[in-house]
């Protein structure tokens, strides 16, 4: 069962100072699928940003605040509103990922009613994957599971094939087949921004929004 899809940024979503291709499209057709529950996907941004001295209520709100600038100028602040709910860094929950306590303070804070074992994890560090999930979580690795947030890796599509009731080419977050290589090999790709049409294959095995309030 997966109704949150949290999210690293740094390395998973971003490459250096701008988002990896194919993000902006990947996360709007995300934000249009439901959850196992039925329920519309919730999105959880998850980062560790500390604080340069002790953890203050003021620094906290001012290095919030600088981690909302970054999302402004990559242009992903808009997918994760209301902020106060959607992001949460390393400095609210005193302490750094892969620890149990971020996660759960970010769902805490996203007040979906949600537990560990309703998250899939996409993240690019490969021991925070092992981690979240001895936690009970799914989890994905990016450059590992798949490479490219244009080839959504299928196993993702498949926990959240429960779309929302919406209409036009790009409501549907449709997905199609397509052959990688040269030598067109038939097994397929999933594409999450293609118009309508394609059916999806099976996953092959089920994987274990403006308020800037800190």
């Not at 949290?6 to 934000?31: E, I, M, S």
């Not at 980062?47 to 001295?53: E, K, L, T």
């Not at 067109?184 to 294959?201: H, N």
Request: hydrophobic share 40%; glycine share 12%; net charge positive.
């Amino acid at each position: 069962m997966v109704d949150v899809l949290v999210l690293d940024l740094g390395g998973t979503l971003v490459d250096g100072d701008q988002p990896f291709p194919h993000v902006k499209a990947a996360l709007g057709a995300l934000q249009r699928f439901r959850g196992s529950s039925g329920r519309p996907l919730q999105l959880a941004l998850v980062s560790d940003f500390h604080p340069a001295g002790p953890p203050t209520p003021a620094g906290i709100k001012a290095r919030f605040t600088e981690y909302l600038r970054l999302l402004d100028g990559f242009g992903l602040r808009r997918f994760v509103q209301p902020v106060g709910r959607h992001v949460t860094l390393s400095t609210h929950a005193g302490v750094a990922k892969p620890d149990r306590r971020v996660y759960e303070l970010a769902l805490q804070r996203l007040g979906a009613g949600a537990t560990l074992g309703d998250c899939l994890s996409i993240t690019e560090d490969a021991g925070h994957v092992v981690a979240c999930q001895a936690l009970g979580m799914r989890a994905l690795r990016f450059g590992g599971d798949f490479a490219d947030w244009s080839d959504l890796d299928p196993r993702v599509v498949g926990l959240l094939r429960r779309r929302t009731r919406e209409r036009g080419p790009l409501g549907q977050a449709q997905c199609v087949h397509r052959p990688r290589g040269r030598a067109r090999s038939r097994t397929p790709t999933v594409s999450v921004m293609i118009p309508a049409g394609a059916k999806l294959r099976q996953p092959s095995a089920t994987l274990g929004q403006g308020n800037a309030e800190p």
